[in-house]
């Protein structure tokens, strides 16, 4: 059974910065195509960034130099790193597998305040 489970957000200031954690279960992390995505309020959930099986990984445009995406094989988990955080990137994040199907996880949630 896949499971994924995210951890790390929480409340942070303007410019800092968080790394989120996607512990993955039921699959191999290094294997399958693992993404972040999040959902601000009344917004529609959105690529953050994707991390490939070969390794190599894609951050969407408006995020690339602040957001990166890596994984830890031996711990099987996903880690978003997030620095020089905005109040725009306020919202819930989650982890996500495309196997059979999609799967996501609970989700983890980020508050930038200013």
């Known amino acids: 059974q896949v499971q994924l489970v995210e951890s790390g957000g929480g409340l942070v200031q303007v410019g800092g910065s968080l790394r989120l954690s996607c512990a993955a279960s039921?699959?191999?992390?290094?294997?399958?195509?693992m993404g972040w995505y999040r959902q601000a309020p009344g917004k529609q959930r959105e690529l953050v960034a994707r991390i490939f099986s070969f390794g190599n990984i894609e951050v969407a445009d408006s995020l690339k130099g602040r957001f990166t995406i890596y994984r830890d094989n031996a711990k099987n988990t996903v880690y978003l790193q997030m620095n020089s955080l905005k109040p725009e990137d306020t919202a819930v994040y989650y982890c996500?597998?495309?196997?059979?199907?999609?799967?996501w996880g609970q989700g983890t949630q980020v508050t930038v305040s200013s």
């Open positions: 996500n597998v495309i196997i059979t199907r999609e799967y």
């Open positions: 039921g699959i191999s992390v290094s294997r399958n195509h």
